[in-house]
């Protein structure tokens, strides 16, 4: 039994678990975590963007109350170490964090020295680290090789009833993220910076896996085709600016030699997602339409039903062009434009009408459609993650 800790929308990492693995699967047991019931190599860390950590389930307490949890957590904890370590003359590094366990900072540092008081006396010394919020970040846990043969952070999540006791077994590989994010060569702040994390969210809401080609008819600056080409996926984009789709193929072939990976980028293209046929078969389609103009601020109505329309038009001639090219049994991940307004996110009128082109909404059994919403508290303009089929009829 495997631990997910969820990232900033917990929602997100939830439906791509589910995705994966299906709703059976999966529990979602507090605002942070869910329980997913598989082996440890079912789930692969560095191409799942909503999980922060992984860990392995060792053990449960009854309980969620901190006097109750804490001396069992220290005797779970002290065992595993103990029966892990074959050898005692090598020195551990520990860590615990706390998700929805109502403790305070030093209260878990209090009882991180508590576990190295006991170990030593069983003759095994132990480094502690403490971070200074009640969760080590990954950069913690990577940097001080917690996840590693010598290494255990220990996490403690509580649900209302009970206790999971868990180690880390992986965690999101935060500087491949930045690498990718910041450090390849093509980037363009006037077109939106689509997130590596929600690249990998949406191929997995794709279902993409077992060398299903990836089709981005919006490309942009090529994440989504990284992020599957990284994956050993075949991958075809295009993109209506000439400007977008060189720099598309400069971070394939950056991509390429940063991570000794082979790719074959003849099939980039410039085109017009709403008039194009895409020569070749794909099997899933997974991309991020046009989401408007730039805004800085909350535009009048005027301008704003402006942008809605226009965004609105492109979608919708969008997704007609491609509903004739797909497979029977394709399936899409399409982010699509929200804005935020007094009233809630607006939504593209068009949402409303997908059956009538010919596509069905994928439903989740832990997430409904509506949630799917990549936003930050900042921006206005948000992402509503549309996963679509084929329809049946």
């Not at 000439?242 to 400069?250: A, G, I």
């Not at 609105?312 to 982010?335: E, H, M, S, T, Y």
């Not at 596509?359 to 206005?380: G, K, M, T």
Request: charge should be positive; include cysteine; aromatic fraction near 6%.
């Amino acid at each position: 039994m495997l631990l997910c800790v969820l990232g900033r929308q917990p929602i997100l990492g939830i439906a791509e678990i589910e995705a994966l693995l299906g709703s059976r699967a999966i529990r979602p047991f507090n605002p942070s975590c869910a329980i997913v019931r598989a082996d440890s190599n079912a789930l692969q860390q560095q191409h799942m963007g909503g999980t922060i950590k992984i860990a392995e389930v060792i053990s449960a307490v009854r309980s969620s109350k901190l006097q109750i949890v804490q001396p069992a957590a220290l005797d779970i904890m002290e065992k595993y170490v103990i029966d892990k370590q074959s050898s005692a003359s090598h020195k551990v590094t520990l860590g615990v964090s706390a998700y929805d366990l109502t403790i305070k900072q030093e209260q878990l540092k209090n009882l991180s020295f508590e576990l190295k008081r006991r170990l030593s006396t069983k003759g095994i010394s132990a480094r502690v680290i403490v971070g200074s919020k009640i969760a080590l970040n990954s950069a913690q846990v990577i940097h001080n090789k917690l996840d590693g043969e010598f290494g255990y952070e220990f996490v403690l999540a509580a649900g209302v009833h009970e206790t999971f006791i868990a180690k880390t077994i992986s965690e999101q590989d935060i500087e491949s993220y930045s690498k990718r994010d910041y450090g390849r060569p093509g980037r363009d702040m006037q077109v939106g910076m689509l997130p590596p994390k929600l690249a990998q969210i949406m191929l997995n809401l794709a279902s993409v896996g077992n060398g299903k080609s990836v089709l981005d008819p919006f490309c942009g600056t090529g994440v989504v085709l990284m992020e599957a080409a990284l994956r050993n996926l075949p991958i075809m984009g295009s993109d209506i600016n000439p400007k977008m789709v060189e720099c598309t193929k400069e971070n394939l072939m950056w991509l390429s030699k940063e991570y000794n990976i082979a790719l074959d980028i003849s099939n980039i293209m410039c085109a017009d997602a709403t008039k194009h046929r895409w020569d070749g078969e794909f099997d899933r389609v997974v991309c991020e339409t046009y989401l408007g103009p730039p805004i800085q601020q909350m535009p009048g109505p005027q301008e704003l039903e402006s942008i809605v329309n226009e965004c609105n038009g492109i979608v919708k001639r969008f997704l007609v062009n491609l509903k004739p090219q797909l497979k029977p049994d394709a399936r899409c991940c399409i982010a699509s434009p929200l804005w935020r307004t007094r009233r809630g996110f607006l939504q593209l009128p068009i949402i409303a009408k997908l059956e009538k082109l010919g596509y069905d909404r994928v439903w989740f059994s832990h997430a409904r459609p509506e949630q799917l919403i990549y936003h930050r508290p900042d921006q206005i303009v948000a992402r509503e993650l549309l996963v679509l089929q084929n329809s049946k009829d």
